[in-house]
């Protein structure tokens, strides 16, 4: 007792309130590998035995009194992006600490570093990259099993999105195989899912469910990202999406599938701490607003914060809907009106766009422009699925948003930072500065403008996630 592993750190959290790493526990040197993280712990008297995420066993004395001294400290950073104010807060030869999975003391100009040292304090030298929060992904479908490469060359010799979901294939081909998996097979597919995203930056990514539509499925895909989530890097935030599509055996009776979502699957997720929100497809061939509004009205009562894809073909007003319940965000919108853009400029709802989904499937680029002039706050995410959008790479999002939704280097930056955050109702995440957490992409590039400006190629070197070394890429 006293003792709890948390969720999405990999940390032990002791009565006293410390967060252990596992570096705290264990010197460095008998680390094997840098991303390596407690996958459960158990306490007797002052020990600790740990499972550690590649199956071994440690056991490691709790440590008497708490570091002063920093865990972890780059230095030689050509250009650090704060995300402060409104730009980028670009600081040029600056160095950074963190320490208990926070940033502890940033400097810049080449100053030193006003923190204490120690032998276990990992010093890293950036080379002159450049360094940025963690990315945050707002917008996933990390967990389905299989993948529709013949569906995709389907839509290069011209079949549409909706001609593919009509003939039976689409989200519901996703959803027979998706059914069929295990547990641990769907769980192995979410985890690489999340290493992808992680090998792009990404600390702190959105997840939804949808791919079961049946109650004890659709649960069952929380509950494995919930569990994958537990000892991965990445923290996921989860969101329901049980109203993704009708599934086949409710196509004569929609009402039964929308009470099923309202009745059972909301309250169920909600009640289990599952979900923290809810979303819902609204489009032709999906679900109409009035069964949307139906579903979010159940979500809120629950508890849940609501996102939803919106006009992604079609103009169906659900970007107004979404503004007039308080949503989140509303995610797609490459067919939004001009009343669609003045309601969410009236809300506070975040309008996550997802290039990467227009591009695939043929869609005119989100109107980015006009949603930014609006006044509305903008985020942007890669939409992984295995249908609209198979990239785990917001960076190349970013590339997208510069190239063709009109957006400046520093909004896309933004949008994949403290916007998505603030989407995930996370603002504290995604900016930093003393006391943020340390969750962080170091990227090998002599300038922020450069990583969209160079597209196709991944110019990440390292991530931290709660202060640790949680990814690094092979040197080349
Ligand atoms: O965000 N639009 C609906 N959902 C996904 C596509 C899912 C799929 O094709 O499997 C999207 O584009
Ligand atoms: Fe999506």
Redesign the pocket.
């Known amino acids: 007792m006293g003792l709890s592993l948390q969720d999405h750190g990999g940390t032990v959290l002791l009565e006293d309130g410390r967060a252990l790493a596992l570096r705290d526990l264990l010197p460095l040197r008998d680390l094997p590998g840098a991303s390596l993280r407690i996958a459960a712990a158990t306490r007797a008297g002052d020990q600790l035995a740990l499972q550690l995420s590649d199956g071994t066993t440690r056991t490691a004395a709790i440590p008497g009194r708490t570091r002063t001294a920093a865990d972890l400290i780059l230095e030689n950073i050509g250009q650090l992006l704060t995300l402060e104010d409104d730009g980028v807060g670009a600081r040029a030869r600056a160095s950074l600490a963190c320490r208990d999975g926070h940033v502890l003391a940033l400097a810049d100009g080449g100053a030193a570093l006003a923190v204490e040292r120690d032998e276990h304090t990992l010093v890293l030298d950036a080379r002159g990259g450049v360094v940025t929060p963690g990315l945050i992904e707002p917008?996933s479908?990390p967990v389905?099993a299989g993948e529709?490469s013949r569906e995709f060359a389907l839509k290069a010799e011209g079949r549409s999105?909706l001609e593919i979901?009509n003939a039976g294939g689409?989200?519901l081909s996703?959803m027979r195989a998706t059914r069929a998996a295990s547990f641990e097979e769907l769980a192995r597919a979410c985890a690489r899912n999340l290493d992808r995203l992680l090998a792009w930056g990404v600390t702190t990514a959105e997840g939804k469910s949808?791919?079961a539509l049946e109650l004890e499925g659709e649960l069952r895909l929380l509950e494995v990202m919930r569990s994958v989530s537990r000892c991965h890097p990445v923290a996921l935030v989860p969101t329901l999406l049980g109203a993704?599509?009708l599934p086949p055996e409710h196509a004569s009776r929609r009402d039964e599938y929308v009470r099923l979502v309202c009745e059972e699957m909301v309250p169920r997720a909600a009640r289990d701490g599952l979900a923290r929100y809810c979303d819902a497809?609204c489009?032709r061939g999906?679900f109409t607003p009035a069964e949307v509004e139906q579903i979010f009205l159940a979500a809120r009562a629950h508890g849940l914060g609501l996102k939803l894809?919106a006009e992604?073909f079609s103009d169906q007003g659900g970007a107004a809907l979404a503004a007039r319940l308080g949503a989140a965000s509303a995610?797609?919108l490459e067919a939004i009106s001009a009343e669609g853009i003045a309601a969410l400029a009236a809300s506070r709802t975040t309008a996550v766009l997802?290039p990467g989904?227009a591009l695939a499937?043929r869609c005119p680029w989100p109107p980015a422009r006009a949603l930014l002039d609006a006044g509305v706050p903008v985020a942007l995410g890669t939409?992984l699925?295995?249908?609209?959008?198979m990239t785990a790479s917001l960076p190349l999002m970013m590339s997208l948003a510069c190239m063709q939704l009109g957006m400046s280097c520093e909004q896309a930056w933004r949008a994949v930072t403290v916007e998505a955050a603030r989407s995930l109702g996370r603002p504290e995440l995604g900016r930093l500065h003393p006391g943020a957490p340390a969750d962080l992409a170091l990227f090998d590039a002599p300038d922020y403008r450069y990583i969209p400006y160079h597209y196709g190629e991944n110019h990440l070197r390292l991530v931290v996630k709660d202060g640790q070394l949680a990814h690094e890429r092979p040197r080349r």
Request: zero cysteines; aromatic letters at 14%; glycine letters at 10%.
């Open positions: 917008h479908h389905f529709r999105y979901h689409g989200i996703t949808g791919y993704h599509a497809y489009e999906a894809h992604q995610d797609h997802l989904a499937s939409d699925n295995p249908g609209s959008s």
